[in-house]
């Protein structure tokens, strides 16, 4: 895995932190995201000290703005020239109606809208590396149905209701995206953490070291 760079979206806590630590222990080159450059800082120097690897790298942006989103993906291209593996892992669970900069519900716009956007922004530099992956963090919650005129800004707020629909969108970008990409050597995988995510993560990483 020394040869793979990785970007994995919300990396200082839980599920992104602990993703960015097995595979910098792996030896592959982990680029970390937060919103908080002090924290991601520390995350950065805690992973290399227990895992030994420097080839450690962090953007900082809150995906909550569009705008801050695509100056990372940006920065990103200008640093880079490969990518092998994206985890969009980061995302949100409002329990209270909260409206982005940009004015879209806040769950929505973390959780897909986020996704969405700084997937596409980094695509060439996804298929320029291929074989490479892209993972979204979705989860079984999807089970829901989307009304689009009741989707950017729900009516009747429902916490548990915009994440439920969330995380199908993140379902269907990704069977699109899957499709679309079929012929260019990029896999898409969207994924239900639970208790096996580790399990899932090593075999992603494993079959792509294999190729």
């Known amino acids: ?63 909550s703005s569009l705008q801050q989103i695509r100056t990372m993906g940006a920065e990103i291209r200008r640093k880079y020239n490969r990518l092998d593996v994206l985890i969009n892992n980061a995302g949100v ?10 004015g879209y519900e806040m769950t929505f ?21 291929a074989p490479s992956r892209i993972i979204i963090v979705s989860s079984m919650a999807h089970s829901s149905s989307l009304n689009f005129e009741n989707l950017v800004v729900p009516r009747n707020f429902d916490g548990w209701e915009v994440y439920r629909k969330s995380k199908l969108c993140n379902v269907l970008f990704a069977y699109e995206l899957a ?25 992603t990483v494993i079959n792509l070291a294999q190729r």
């Open 1 to 63: 895995m020394k040869d793979k760079t990785m970007l994995i979206t919300g990396s200082t806590d839980g599920i992104g932190k602990q993703a960015a630590f097995e595979l910098a222990e792996l030896g592959a080159r982990v680029i970390l995201h937060g919103r908080n450059k002090s924290k991601v800082k520390l995350v950065l120097q805690e992973i290399e000290q227990k895992t030994g690897n420097d080839q450690l790298d962090f953007f900082i942006a809150d995906l």
């Open 93 to 102: 669970a409002m329990n209270k109606l909260e409206i982005s900069d940009d």
């Open 109 to 129: 716009a973390v959780n897909h809208l986020a996704v969405f956007a700084f997937t596409l922004l980094l695509l060439d530099l996804m298929t320029q590396s």
């Open 179 to 203: 499709e679309k990409l079929q012929n260019q050597g990029v896999t898409v995988n969207c994924l239900h953490p639970g208790v096996k995510f580790k399990d899932c993560l090593e075999k």
